[in-house]
């Protein structure tokens, strides 16, 4: 079992900035790759980014590509989602996810991960 809790989400200005943190409790947080997603107002919830167990491979989604990074910090059971450039349409609430597969070594897909926090809410205000 893992335990995902996301604080870090409020409201900022377009072109503002925003770090989302993912702090994980109970099994080895390394044994996990770590992604973020995004679920707007009447809309799926969409990738955003993954990071592998050990922080080698990253993809970020196309909408975000060049503005949000993903980390982690396997010491600290933590994962980051810095986001700089907000725009109005990155207003969603936030979830970090856990996916403890050996198979691959990250995922884009929400049916893929195995735990999930409670989810933050970002809103861009234009």
């Known amino acids: 079992q893992v335990q995902l809790v996301e604080p870090g989400g409020g409201l900022v200005q377009a072109g503002g900035s925003l770090r989302l943190s993912c702090a994980a409790s109970?099994?080895?947080?390394?044994?996990?790759?770590m992604g973020w997603f995004r679920q707007a107002p009447g809309k799926e919830r969409e990738f955003v980014a993954v990071?592998?167990?050990?922080?080698?491979?990253?993809v970020h989604a196309d909408s975000v590509k060049g503005r949000f990074t993903i980390s982690r910090d396997n010491g600290k059971y933590t994962a980051y989602l810095q986001m700089n450039s907000l725009k109005p349409e990155d207003t969603a609430v936030y979830y970090c996810?856990?996916?403890?597969?050996?198979?691959?070594?990250?995922?884009?897909?929400?049916?893929?991960?195995?735990?999930w926090g409670q989810g933050t809410q970002v809103t861009v205000s234009s």
């Open positions: 109970g099994r080895d947080f390394s044994s996990y790759a």
């Open positions: 990071i592998s167990r050990s922080g080698s491979y990253i």
């Open positions: 996810a856990a996916d403890g597969s050996r198979s691959r070594r990250w995922s884009d897909k929400v049916y893929e991960y195995d735990y």
